[in-house]
């Protein structure tokens, strides 16, 4: 069985830029969730998408954006990229079909850098 | 929300020894209690993880154990190995998005 993938896997962006990352779940899972990572922060939780719908959010700023299509694969976009941004950007997926949480399949992740 | 608080932030120690990673949570309703290991590169991944129902839960070298009253919850890896070193985030969530701590650098020296 396929892996989570993420791409791109590395990305370069100057300040005030967007940006599209992609992310193909395990097949059969219906919940990709994204999480930033810097040094010292952890994962933090961007978002959630269930079944085509954003099921929950983070606490990030609305030029974090994200949506799921049919097949379950998701986008995540940047707009107006800060140089805060610069992180790696990861996705996880999981059966999630119930509110029970459950094992998270994680990427291998996009690395953005924003210049 | 939930709030994860997770010490220390480095640990560095020999082969052989063992390795206590603790975190606490502040959401009491919180039932699930993963642990992700993040080797340097590579993605997380899951490597125990306990519910509400359960004080400790042991898988060869790892355990972990949780007071639901004092609401904390701690990693214990004995026999240390080098291979062992990477980055180890707990995690704590009543919903299918668990909150994560802000991860521990674990060295194990040969």
């Known amino acids: 069985k396929a892996g989570v993938t993420q791409t791109p896997r590395y990305l370069i962006k100057t300040r005030g830029q967007q940006v599209t990352l992609s992310c193909s779940p395990i097949?059969?899972?219906?919940?990709v969730s994204w999480y930033q990572q810097t040094p010292g922060q952890g994962l933090q939780f961007l978002f959630e998408y269930f079944s085509e719908t954003q099921r929950n959010k983070g606490n990030f700023p609305g030029r974090f954006s994200g949506r799921q299509f049919s097949n379950s694969r998701s986008e995540m976009n940047v707009s107006t990229l800060e140089l805060g941004d610069s992180a790696l950007y990861l996705c996880?997926?999981?059966?999630?079909?119930?509110?029970?949480?459950?094992?998270?399949?994680f990427g291998e992740g996009s690395r953005l850098t924003v210049l | 929300g939930e709030n994860v608080e997770q010490h220390p932030s480095t640990l560095s120690v020999q082969e052989g020894d063992s390795a206590v990673i603790k975190c606490t949570y502040s959401?009491?309703?919180?039932?699930?209690f993963p642990w992700y290991k993040q080797e340097l590169g590579k993605r997380p991944q899951l490597i125990i993880d306990i519910r509400s129902n359960v004080g400790e839960k042991k898988d060869q070298r790892i355990a972990v154990t949780l007071n639901k009253t004092a609401k904390h919850f701690s990693l214990h890896i004995t026999e240390t190995q080098p291979e062992d070193s990477a980055v180890y985030f707990c995690?704590?969530?009543?919903?299918?998005?668990?909150?994560f701590g802000r991860g521990t650098s674990l060295i194990v020296h040969p």
């Open positions: 995690a704590a969530g009543l919903s299918y998005i668990p909150t």
């Open positions: 097949s059969g899972h219906r919940s």
């Open positions: 959401d009491s309703a919180s039932n699930y």
């Open positions: 996880a997926s999981s059966s999630g079909g119930n509110r029970g949480t459950g094992e998270l399949f």
